[in-house]
């Protein structure tokens, strides 16, 4: 069985990968208008300030829009599964899996929460599960 790819950490994302690490989400928040992003770009996509922070996260959230993948994407990917656009409930949109079992049962409206898998030593992914 071949490896599924691993995220490769960059100056930018690696504060977030250190937090998935240790169960925590953070996200970009721009020091000048407050606006929450993701993902982590050198300048703010609200204002184009270059002075944003990571912010802690509740991890709570709503599915904003969902798409079922039927054809792993690539070696180690188990298809079928949910893959959703999360409208974090303190702000900033997440791209993510979310886990409900049967990823028919993944909809639009649905309440989720943060939930973490660690794919190898370094990198722990942030999915999504329905909140409870
Ligand atoms: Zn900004």
């Known amino acids: 069985m071949s490896a599924r790819p691993v995220p490769r950490p960059t100056v930018l994302s690696e504060p ?6 240790r169960g925590d989400l953070v996200v970009p928040e721009c020091v000048s208008c407050d606006l929450r992003f993701f ?3 050198p300048a703010c996509p609200g204002c184009m300030a270059r002075d944003w922070r990571y912010a ?3 991890g709570r959230g709503t599915v904003y829009t969902v798409t079922v993948v039927h054809r792993a994407p690539g070696p180690g990917f188990e298809a ?4 959703a656009v999360v409208d ?6 997440l791209l993510s899996h979310v886990d409900a079992g049967d990823p028919d049962d993944v909809v639009i409206g649905m309440r ?3 939930d973490f898998r660690a ?3 370094r990198i722990t992914l942030p999915y999504f599960v329905p909140e409870s």
């Not at 079928?80 to 893959?83: E, K, Q, T």
């Open 16 to 21: 977030f990968w250190a937090a998935a690490r």
């Open 39 to 41: 993902v982590p770009e």
């Open 56 to 58: 802690p996260s509740s």
């Open 80 to 83: 079928p599964f949910a893959l």
């Open 88 to 93: 974090l409930d303190d702000g900033g949109t």
């Open 112 to 114: 989720v929460r943060v």
């Open 119 to 121: 794919l190898t030593d």
